[in-house]
């Protein structure tokens, strides 16, 4: 499974970003994924989509990002809209299998892209 991210850069708080992931070899992984994380402190779940198009975000972003897939599982997109300067980190992609637990459904993840840098000014 390869993954590749593109779309990183600098903004200004307010502003929007659209991240890609390319994807190839994940033929039968039922998950992807948006990850992030700030040097020093442990990675943090972004947004998930299934393999039926579900989707979970994490709170810090739900009603700001958007994460999408094309249908051929070949591209997953994260818009980012209403950048905060709390959203700078370096993203990753990743993909993995789709999991139930009680009270619903999350990602296990298996592979990693290299991740892009976002940064947002305040």
């Known amino acids: 499974v390869q993954l590749t991210e593109s779309g990183g850069g600098s903004v200004q708080s307010g502003g929007s970003l659209t991240l890609s992931c390319a994807a190839s070899?994940?033929?039968?992984?039922?998950?992807m994924g948006w990850l992030r994380q700030v040097q020093g402190k442990e990675r943090e779940r972004v947004a998930h989509?299934?393999?039926?198009?579900?989707?979970t975000y994490s709170a810090s972003v739900k009603g700001r990002f958007t994460i999408s897939q094309n249908n051929a599982k070949t591209t997953l997109l994260l818009r980012m809209d209403n950048l905060k300067s709390e959203d700078t980190a370096m993203y990753f992609c990743?993909?993995?299998?789709?999991?139930?637990?009680?009270?619903?459904?999350?990602?296990?993840?298996?592979?990693w892209g290299q991740g892009t840098q976002v940064t947002v000014s305040s």
């Open positions: 990743a993909a993995g299998w789709r999991t139930y637990y009680s009270s619903g459904w999350t990602c296990e993840f298996d592979h």
């Open positions: 070899g994940n033929d039968g992984l039922t998950c």
């Open positions: 989509i299934d393999y039926e198009g579900r989707t």
